[in-house]
């Protein structure tokens, strides 16, 4: 409610997928949100962050994506923010299995440069910074 009495109508779910009981509330308030899995651009060798192998980061991205598509909430799928979001051998993964379970919305990672890199596996570029 803070957020619609200031005239705000989405909220990014930054760095961490939001609770059902969030984006059922947001249904119901007619809000928008960014449904972001909490990638951080890949295992550390590939220049992320974390010990999870890709597959395992692209199966944390279907059960998000499986989760959470009937919400009318959710309007864009979110599958990195900033370190390591230049991996293009993952952006095209995590797209296609975003697209898998749900094909009707838009793809999208939180950048902090190298755009170039992922950007044509997007459907709407990110920013950050």
Same mark, same amino acid.
């Given at each position: 409610?803070?957020?619609?009495?200031? %005239?705000?109508?989405?909220?990014?779910?930054?760095?961490?997928?939001?609770?059902?009981?969030?984006?059922?509330?947001?249904?119901?308030? %007619?809000?928008?949100?960014?449904?972001?899995?909490?990638?951080?651009?890949?295992?550390?060798?590939?220049? %992320?962050?974390?010990?999870?192998?890709?597959?395992?980061?692209?199966?944390?991205?279907?059960?998000?994506?499986?989760?959470?598509?009937?919400?009318?909430?959710?309007?864009?799928?979110?599958?990195?923010?900033?370190?390591?979001?230049?991996?293009?051998?993952?952006?095209?993964?995590?797209?296609?299995?975003?697209?898998?379970?749900?094909?009707?919305?838009?793809?999208?990672?939180?950048?902090?440069?190298?755009?170039?890199?992922? %950007?044509?596996?997007?459907?709407?570029?990110?920013?950050?910074?």
């Amino acid at each position: 409610q803070a957020l619609r009495s200031v %005239g705000g109508n989405s909220w990014r779910m930054a760095h961490n997928p939001p609770s059902p009981t969030r984006l059922d509330f947001m249904d119901r308030l %007619g809000m928008l949100a960014v449904d972001e899995n909490r990638d951080y651009g890949g295992h550390v060798g590939q220049g %992320g962050n974390t010990s999870e192998t890709v597959t395992q980061e692209l199966d944390d991205m279907a059960d998000l994506v499986r989760r959470d598509r009937s919400h009318a909430s959710v309007m864009i799928w979110s599958f990195c923010n900033e370190v390591g979001c230049d991996n293009e051998s993952s952006a095209e993964a995590f797209r296609e299995v975003s697209k898998q379970w749900d094909p009707t919305r838009a793809v999208t990672q939180n950048h902090n440069g190298n755009y170039d890199v992922s %950007g044509k596996y997007l459907d709407v570029q990110g920013f950050s910074h």
